[in-house]
C-alpha cells in the first residue's frame, strides 16, 4: 500500500532533529503532495502536517521557484510539476536493473492481463520501483514509491526467503501488522509459509493488504546470487485464484529468470 496521508491535525510532525529540518520539511510536503494526488489547498497542505500556513507557504514558494510545484492561478491550489517525475526518469535510465526489467514487465503484463510490479528491499518493507497497470474492476491502490510490510505482501515473503536475514529482524522486532482480516500475524505460520515460498520459488498474498486483491510475487537476482528485486503480479484475487494459476505461476518465473539473466545470474547446473 502507499503510505497513507497523514491525518488532518494541529499537532506538528515529528522531525529528526539530527537532520536539517528545513530540507525533512520540503521532502514531506513533496511527499504529501504525491500521496494526495490531486491540487490541494495551502490550508489543507499545513493542516496535515501540523504546520502553520505562513511556513508551508515559504516551502512552497522555493519548490515553485525550482520548478517543482506548480500553483492554479484560479484556484490557488499546489500540484506537483512533472519536474520529479523527469527526475525519477534519468534516475531509472541508469539503472541497469530497471532498464533490463521494463521491457519484461510489459511483455509478462500483456501475457497475463495483470498489472506488473517490481520492488526491492528496504529496511522497513518493500519498495515499489516500477509498475505496469492493467485495468481490472478491482482498482490497484499501490504505485511506485509505496511500501508494503514484509509480512503481509507476496514480495515480503519472497524477501523474507530469499533474502539476506536482514527483513526477518524487522518481522520479529514488532507486532505484525493487521491489513484485513487474512493478514498473517503469527510469527509461526508466517515462518512455515516463508520456508513453502523457499521450496516452491514464489509467494501468494491474497487479501493480505487489501480486500479482494491478490499478488504472486517471484525473487530476481544478481551476477553475485543476491536476490535484489521482486517480480510481481497483482490483480483481483478471483482472476489471480487461490492458489493461482500454474500457468500464471510459469510465466511470472520465467520473466524473473530472464531478467535475473540480464544482470549476469547463472542457475545453478
Known amino acids: 500500500m502507499p503510505r497513507k496521508p497523514r491525518p488532518e491535525t494541529t499537532e506538528p510532525v515529528a522531525l529528526d532533529k539530527s537532520a536539517n529540518q528545513s530540507t525533512q520539511l520540503a521532502f514531506l510536503l513533496i511527499e504529501e503532495m504525491a500521496d494526495i494526488g490531486a491540487p490541494v489547498a495551502l490550508s489543507d497542505l499545513a493542516r496535515r502536517l501540523g504546520i502553520q500556513k505562513v511556513r508551508a507557504f515559504r516551502y512552497l514558494r522555493t519548490l515553485s521557484a525550482m520548478g517543482y510545484v506548480l500553483q492554479d492561478p484560479d484556484t490557488e491550489r499546489y500540484q506537483l510539476s512533472f519536474k520529479l517525475y523527469h527526475l525519477a526518469q534519468a534516475l531509472a535510465d541508469r539503472n541497469d536493473l530497471l532498464r533490463d526489467a521494463r521491457p519484461m514487465m510489459l511483455a509478462l503484463r500483456d501475457q497475463t492481463g495483470f498489472t506488473v510490479t517490481l520492488s526491492q528491499v528496504e529496511p522497513e518493507g518493500m519498495r515499489i520501483l516500477d509498475m505496469v497497470r492493467n485495468v481490472h474492476p478491482v482498482e490497484i491502490v499501490t504505485r511506485p514509491g509505496g511500501l508494503l510490510d514484509f509480512h503481509a505482501s507476496a514480495q515480503g515473503k519472497v524477501a523474507l526467503a530469499f533474502g539476506d536475514g536482514a527483513a526477518w529482524n524487522v518481522v520479529r522486532s514488532r507486532p505484525l501488522r493487521r491489513w484485513t482480516d487474512h493478514t498473517n500475524?503469527?510469527?509461526?505460520?508466517?515462518?512455515?509459509?516463508?520456508?513453502?515460498?523457499?521450496?516452491?520459488?514464489?509467494?501468494?498474498?491474497?487479501?493480505?493488504?487489501?480486500?479482494?486483491?491478490?499478488?504472486?510475487?517471484?525473487?530476481?537476482?544478481?551476477?553475485?546470487?543476491?536476490?535484489?528485486?521482486?517480480?510481481?503480479?497483482?490483480?483481483?484475487?478471483?482472476?489471480?485464484?487461490?492458489?493461482?494459476?500454474?500457468?500464471?505461476?510459469?510465466?511470472?518465473?520465467?520473466?524473473?529468470?530472464?531478467?535475473?539473466?540480464?544482470?549476469?545470474?547463472?542457475?545453478?547446473?
Open 185 to 269: 500475524t503469527d510469527i509461526a505460520a508466517l515462518e512455515a509459509e516463508v520456508e513453502q515460498v523457499r521450496r516452491q520459488g514464489w509467494a501468494e498474498a491474497p487479501e493480505q493488504t487489501l480486500n479482494g486483491v491478490s499478488a504472486l510475487s517471484a525473487p530476481v537476482f544478481d551476477v553475485h546470487k543476491q536476490m535484489v528485486a521482486t517480480l510481481t503480479l497483482a490483480g483481483p484475487l478471483h482472476s489471480l485464484g487461490q492458489p493461482p494459476e500454474d500457468k500464471l505461476v510459469t510465466a511470472l518465473l520465467t520473466a524473473a529468470r530472464r531478467i535475473s539473466g540480464n544482470l549476469g545470474f547463472l542457475e545453478d547446473t
